[in-house]
């Protein structure tokens, strides 16, 4: 929290509309088992939720963060992303697709999301969330797209790997563009995790690497880009769901 808190220090002196955290940021989960996650997770509306819940107020602005959230009736955490503002709580979403990949099973740490986002308004635009591992399910993004979606938010801890700080910018440049839409990932830097902190247009542009490192950077968008990349690829308008057959 003290080094999350001198992040918000810097960040409020750019004077944002939204500051958004990596996923992870309670305790890398790195060879832990589910007993040990769950002893750090909290409730909803916990202190670490108060933390940022209170920071949104002090502050003025929007929050993204992630927290590994503990349910009654439920053995292992939740990876969960939770949006506040000013007023409150705005939007929690609980990670659905899990990274059991490169001989990492996720799902032994944590239970599984039964809802995508909902999409909910900041300052005029459209923001839905997602989670890491989520930026490689097109399904995802069309949905939250389709149900309005100017901005999707992906809090990320992206594993080290081959060539995986490449594949997070383009995934990002690939669900920006085909969805004319905003993805901004904010990506964990540390020991296991490859930071690059990603903000991809709607054209699929990247507008902001972050490059490796802890950081705050700022980045300005505006909803008539998103108007006017529709106007020019009016992607979501010329569909054809008749055609499409879901597996």
Same mark, same amino acid.
């Given at each position: 929290?003290?080094?999350?808190?001198?992040?918000?220090?810097?960040?409020?002196?750019?004077?944002?509309?939204?500051? &958004?955290?990596?996923?992870?940021?309670?305790?890398?989960?790195?060879?832990?088992?589910?007993?040990?996650?769950?002893?750090? *997770?909290?409730?909803?509306?916990?202190?670490?939720?108060?933390?940022?819940?209170? *920071?949104?107020?002090?502050?003025?602005?929007?929050?993204?963060?992630?927290?590994?959230?503990?349910?009654?009736?439920?053995?292992?955490?939740?990876?969960?992303? $939770? @949006? $506040?503002?000013?007023?409150?709580?705005?939007? &929690?979403?609980?990670?659905?697709?899990?990274? +059991?990949?490169?001989?990492?099973?996720?799902? +032994?740490?944590? %239970?599984?999301?039964?809802?995508?986002? %909902?999409?909910?308004?900041?300052?005029?635009?459209?923001?839905?969330?997602?989670?890491?591992?989520?930026?490689?399910?097109?399904?995802?993004?069309?949905? @939250?797209?389709?149900?309005? *979606?100017?901005?999707?938010?992906?809090?990320?801890?992206?594993?080290?790997?081959?060539?995986?700080?490449?594949?997070?910018?383009?995934?990002?440049?690939?669900?920006?563009?085909?969805?004319?839409?905003?993805?901004?990932?904010?990506?964990?830097?540390?020991?296991?995790?490859?930071?690059?902190?990603?903000?991809?247009?709607?054209?699929?542009? &990247?507008?902001?690497?972050?490059?490796?490192? %802890?950081? &705050?950077?700022?980045?300005?968008?505006?909803?008539?880009?998103?108007? %006017?990349?529709?106007?020019?690829?009016?992607? @979501?308008?010329?569909?054809?769901?008749?055609?499409?057959?879901? *597996?």
């Amino acid at each position: 929290m003290e080094r999350i808190k001198r992040l918000l220090d810097s960040a409020a002196r750019m004077e944002p509309d939204l500051v &958004v955290f990596p996923e992870y940021s309670m305790l890398d989960p790195t060879g832990l088992g589910a007993e040990e996650v769950a002893g750090v *997770a909290e409730p909803l509306f916990g202190p670490w939720h108060g933390f940022f819940e209170k *920071a949104a107020s002090e502050y003025g602005f929007h929050i993204v963060f992630t927290m590994y959230e503990r349910r009654e009736g439920y053995r292992k955490a939740f990876n969960t992303a $939770v @949006l $506040v503002g000013p007023s409150g709580t705005l939007l &929690v979403y609980r990670k659905t697709h899990l990274f +059991d990949a490169m001989g990492y099973r996720e799902s +032994d740490l944590f %239970e599984k999301g039964g809802e995508l986002s %909902e999409v909910v308004e900041v300052n005029g635009f459209r923001v839905g969330l997602a989670i890491c591992f989520e930026i490689r399910y097109p399904e995802i993004f069309r949905s @939250l797209a389709l149900r309005g *979606a100017d901005l999707v938010v992906v809090p990320a801890a992206w594993y080290r790997g081959r060539v995986k700080e490449e594949q997070i910018i383009f995934l990002a440049r690939a669900r920006s563009h085909e969805n004319t839409l905003f993805v901004a990932a904010p990506v964990l830097y540390g020991e296991n995790f490859t930071g690059r902190s990603v903000l991809t247009d709607p054209y699929g542009v &990247v507008r902001v690497d972050a490059g490796i490192g %802890e950081k &705050v950077v700022v980045a300005e968008i505006g909803r008539e880009e998103i108007t %006017e990349a529709r106007r020019v690829f009016p992607l @979501l308008r010329l569909r054809r769901p008749e055609l499409y057959r879901l *597996a």
